[in-house]
């Protein structure tokens, strides 16, 4: 079953942009509710894009919250925060 997922203008605009979106960094491209709980769209450094879920593993560190446009990886007992670029 696909899923159908919204990109604001802004998001999409800055796709395109480079010092918006930087290439080789995992970037948050959008959030959303699904019946299994909240899941964050990741475009990672090599292009590929995925989409993860609580406690999932990304970048030796693990999704431990999502949120409206921003989700929350721990990683050796820190939080690094991802938000849409351009929102």
């Known amino acids: 079953m696909a899923q159908t997922v919204k990109i604001t203008p802004e998001t999409q605009a800055a796709a395109t942009q480079q010092a918006e979106m930087p290439m080789l960094e995992t970037v948050l491209l959008g959030t959303l509710t699904s019946q299994s709980g909240p899941k964050a769209i990741l475009r990672n450094g090599y ?40 929102s």
């Open 47 to 86: 292009g590929g894009v995925t989409t993860v879920g609580l406690g999932a593993q990304i970048n030796g560190g693990e999704v431990t919250a999502i949120g409206d446009g921003e989700v929350i990886i721990s990683h050796e007992g820190h939080g690094i925060k991802l938000t849409i670029p351009g």
